[in-house]
């Protein structure tokens, strides 16, 4: 290898070689991911199609035996096209940073140059699957984020509206359980025919809290799970058909304060998330996938420039099966 440009003649610092590195890289922990909700999925356009069948069920009317029977029409497709955003960074190392690594004259040039690059790749990572963990959260609350990083309603975009359900928590006689039926309702109306397996709900702080020290709910545990309240049931729990989750948000990416996201899993195609391939020529027309990276030698070898990015869409695509939780007091 030469000493003095391990770019040129190492395969470590190509597209390829970086690009598997982050994709191997251990990702953040993030609640919403460990869910596996979402559908991943590579594809080779830069676009997502969502398309709608409006179906509709109507009661047939009897009538006399040899009459024309009720006219049956097709259903009503539609056809929306989102286009992927695009999250690139960048960083330099500079050969400075790693000055003093290496014994002059070795030929291991590349490697404390590697280490680094591989160091701010994880971080790159990091921030990419925080900023998923964001995107997903927006979709769980009914909203996507389009090209241009602005935020969208998924209603505007696929029709319907947002159910609302308040569990008044702060009254200690009310009915939790006939709340949760309620806001079961809602989740079941917006479905129409689709099953669904199983339904979840991820709490802010405040309305986890709240939840959790209802008369209503502390009755439920007293005898079966008792050491979970005296722990304050910090992960999750079921009640009432639901499974509820605290989510442990940011300033940046969290749950609005009171206020909680219930929605239904096992429904094929309602939480979908694509990636497009990167804006390389290597990569036109193939399959995206999560996560790219790249470098380039800065001029006169001074150091080595890096790009990480990552090409994704999350949108749910029944947002009228999402139901909004709150509490008035």
Not at 130 to 141: G, K, N, P
Not at 145 to 155: E, F, I
Not at 300 to 325: H, M, Y
Request: net charge negative.
């Amino acid at each position: 290898m030469s000493m003095l440009n391990p770019f040129a003649t190492s395969d470590a610092f190509n597209l390829v070689s970086l690009t598997a590195t982050i994709n191997d890289l251990a990702y953040t922990p993030s609640l919403i991911r460990d869910l596996n909700v979402f559908d991943e999925r590579g594809q080779s356009s830069v676009t997502a199609i969502i398309e709608e069948l409006n179906e509709t069920v109507a009661l047939l009317a009897p009538k006399p035996r040899n009459a024309p029977g009720a006219v049956v029409n097709g259903d009503k497709r539609v056809v929306n096209t989102l286009s992927i955003p695009h999250i690139p960074q960048r960083a330099t190392i500079m050969a400075d940073s790693v000055q003093g690594v290496r014994q002059f004259g070795s030929e291991d040039m590349a490697a404390p140059i590697q280490a680094a690059i591989n160091e701010r790749l994880a971080k790159m990572r990091r921030q990419i699957d925080y900023t998923i963990e964001y995107h997903r959260l927006l979709a769980l609350a009914g909203n996507y984020m389009d090209l241009n990083g602005d935020t969208k309603s998924a209603y505007t975009l696929l029709g319907g509206s947002r159910d609302s359900v308040d569990f008044v928590l702060g009254t200690a006689g009310t009915a939790i359980r006939s709340k949760c039926l309620d806001a079961i309702a809602h989740v079941e109306e917006g479905l129409g025919g689709a099953g669904y397996s199983g339904l979840h709900a991820i709490c802010s702080a405040a309305f986890w809290q709240k939840l959790i020290t209802h008369a209503k709910v502390e009755e439920t545990f007293v005898y079966s799970e008792g050491a979970a309240l005296r722990a304050g049931l910090t992960g999750s729990f079921q009640f009432g058909e639901i499974t509820w989750h605290r989510y442990r948000g940011t300033s940046s990416a969290a749950v609005t304060s009171g206020k909680a996201l219930l929605f239904p899993v096992g429904v094929a195609d309602m939480y979908l998330t694509r990636f497009a391939p990167a804006n390389y020529a290597e990569t036109v027309n193939t399959i995206g996938l999560p996560y790219y990276a790249k470098s380039r030698s800065l001029e006169f070898d001074k150091g080595v420039e890096i790009e990480a990015q990552s090409n994704v869409l999350n949108v749910c695509t029944r947002p009228t099966a999402l139901v909004e939780l709150t509490t008035s007091n």
